[in-house]
């Protein structure tokens, strides 16, 4: 297939590049002249708006997405467009409200869920989407050769295509990924102003709570503002329950109830959090192992878990606070930990005796 | 030194455990003859009630500590008297006003900041504290040599003793510890109505903010309710972020701005967190190695990064929905990261050539 990039920052560029070694042919523009230089230099295409193409993929900012759609429809009246970014309903709004009639069946919003807040085509990389679910948004009216093209593009770089309408899609993404970051930079933020004594009692629950905090304040600020409505419902109804957990922190008569009711209902929704493989949540045995925090340790460990030929399904490290020493949490199916914690004894590693679950910690 | 435990589950029994591998005389008391027998059989101690003891360790659930410390002070007129539990200026306060005059001296509360939702002697681990911090809360008025005793303990089992006052360690835990939890279970309670289509679209950021969601129910409802002043303050502050930042999901002139601190402010705050060893944080290069997720795949990788004599800092496995691939992000000092690139690039493993720092992603 033809296809013409427009906007060369990591996806388009990772695009470019993934499509190009797919044997696509494919254009590249980008409003700055650096940077489709530079796409193009790394390997992911021509420079140029070709007469005619086969797809046309907007990898713009989201803000500027609609209008570049809608231009993209016109210029190019026979090729499908589609998009990358992470709002959909936005701009399917705008693309119905303004495109010339009969365009609307050539537009198939997309949402390839990979990304880095590092930006730019120098970031790209040509397996940004391998394994990633990539969402496409049709209707029943999408006819089923432009719908094969976005498909198609898709499975060619590697992602899981899903199905999705948009609002489905705007909804579910504000709940599994606009509202968690919301909620990481909420919780962050109140580190800021605490003496360094206190933020030094941190453990590895404030990391995981905060490490999406990091983020791209800019990249975030654009998609909060895209899906503003949605973010907003979600956001309201963690607000009444925050209400209902701090009206019961005064410790009326029933606030423990409520209380751990709060707890609980957080246990529950933890629980329908798919795991690998989009196989149901699977419970792993986990083992601790006590290492010194020295290089070539994690070497030695894992050479000596391979030798064992047990799959490690997770790992964690957690590195102790003013000594030198970090324990590493190994997570392997149930089956094999009394064989993987007697095999890592064996060969002298420190580890702890007790059964542990994989799920929850203090 | 001789050591009475009081109440053998998780923390006392694992104490036992230590501290009797360290050479202290330990004695263990529990309100259930089973649990402490089961302390005993595993090694914590002897089961009885001493004449006399250097020092009492109440480890007792937090919701009787206070009266526990009370009626041990009384029993052991020479004992220091300790505790284990998570919030300490309740106790305290409780303590001081109960307790005999001139006893107030001998009692000093302790946070070992280790623990695990498993709960019982049977999930006792004799390196539960090695590594983690102990604090003690003790003020001008105590005896220097009780202040040693209880450093001496903590520091036989492995801990790192910070010495803290008792209102800044509670609104310190409140802050890093207690806020956070809530973060995760509010935000882990609104994915138990979502359709699973929906619950599917989650990544690794949504696992992350709700991973300490799974804890313990019935420990997180007496830790909350202990702490409930401190935590309410945390909890209201964030409340009034978080208005802030749904008013400006309305839209209103300015309210971008607004999106944009929200996060900013999230980004500052991550800051803070102190990296491993108690140093400030470091940024590490991020490398990621494609690999099959099949047996020993893991094993034969860090072999290879071990071979190199590289120490790993950190790692991330990713699983892909849908597909037999799993992503590994190894994080290790920036001068050390080509070399690691090319290392395992010409061992045959697929690396991605892109150069991406260790802090954020999207």
Redesign the interface.
């Known amino acids: 297939m033809s296809v013409h990039v427009i906007g060369t920052g990591l996806l388009g560029t990772s695009l470019g590049l993934a499509l190009t070694g797919a044997g696509h042919e494919v254009t590249l523009a980008d409003l700055s002249p650096t940077a489709q230089r530079l796409a193009a230099d790394l390997g992911a295409g021509t420079v140029g708006e070709p007469e005619a193409t086969d797809v046309v993929i907007v990898a713009t900012p989201p803000d500027v997405a609609g209008q570049t759609i809608l231009t993209a429809l016109d210029r190019f009246p026979e090729a499908t467009v589609t998009d990358v970014a992470s709002v959909k309903t936005v701009l399917l709004h705008e693309v119905r409200a303004a495109c010339a009639p009969g365009d609307l069946d050539r537009y198939i919003g997309s949402h390839p869920?990979a990304?880095?807040?590092?930006s730019g085509a120098?970031?790209?990389?040509?397996?940004l989407f391998?394994?990633?679910?990539w969402?496409v948004c049709s209707d029943d009216d999408t006819p089923a050769a432009r719908l094969a093209q976005i498909v198609a593009l898709a499975t060619d770089v590697g992602a899981?295509v899903?199905h999705?309408d948009p609002e489905?899609?705007d909804?579910?993404?504000a709940?599994?990924?606009h509202?968690?970051?919301?909620?990481?930079?909420?919780?962050?933020?109140?580190?800021?102003d605490?003496?360094?004594?206190?933020?030094?009692?941190?453990?590895q629950?404030?990391?995981?709570?905060?490490?999406?905090?990091?983020?791209?304040?800019?990249?975030?600020?654009q998609i909060?503002?895209g899906n503003?409505?949605e973010?907003?419902e979600?956001?309201?109804?963690?607000?009444a329950?925050?209400?209902t957990?701090?009206s019961a922190?005064?410790?009326a008569p029933g606030?423990?109830a409520t209380?751990?009711q709060?707890?609980?209902?957080?246990?529950?929704?933890?629980?329908?959090?798919?795991?690998?493989?989009?196989q149901a949540p699977q419970k792993y045995a986990e083992i601790t192992v006590?290492i010194d925090?020295?290089?070539?340790?994690?070497?030695?460990?894992?050479?000596?878990?391979?030798?064992?030929?047990?799959?490690?399904?997770?790992?964690r490290?957690e590195?102790?606070?003013?000594?030198?020493?970090?324990?590493v949490e190994v997570a392997v199916v149930p089956a094999r930990q009394r064989e993987l914690e007697e095999g890592l004894t064996s060969r002298g590693w420190?580890v702890?005796?007790?059964?542990?679950?994989h799920?929850?910690?203090?």
């Open positions: 869920m990304g880095r807040e590092k120098i970031a790209a990389r040509d397996d391998v394994g990633r679910p969402v899981a899903v999705l489905f899609h909804s579910s993404v709940r599994v990924s509202a968690p970051q919301v909620m990481a930079s909420l919780m962050a933020a109140q580190l800021v605490m003496p360094a004594d206190g933020v030094a009692l941190a453990g629950g404030l990391r995981d709570v905060t490490r999406i905090a990091a983020s791209d304040a800019s990249l975030w600020t909060l503002a503003a409505a973010v907003r979600v956001l309201e109804s963690i607000r329950d925050l209400d957990l701090i922190l005064e410790l606030a423990i209380i751990a709060t707890i609980t209902a957080g246990n529950d929704g933890y629980d329908r959090i798919p795991g690998k493989h989009g006590l925090d020295t290089p070539g340790m994690l070497g030695k460990l894992f050479a000596d878990v391979g030798e064992l030929g047990i799959n490690i399904e997770d790992i490290i590195h102790a606070t003013g000594v030198k020493l970090g324990s420190w702890p005796e007790a059964v542990i679950e799920e929850g910690q203090q």
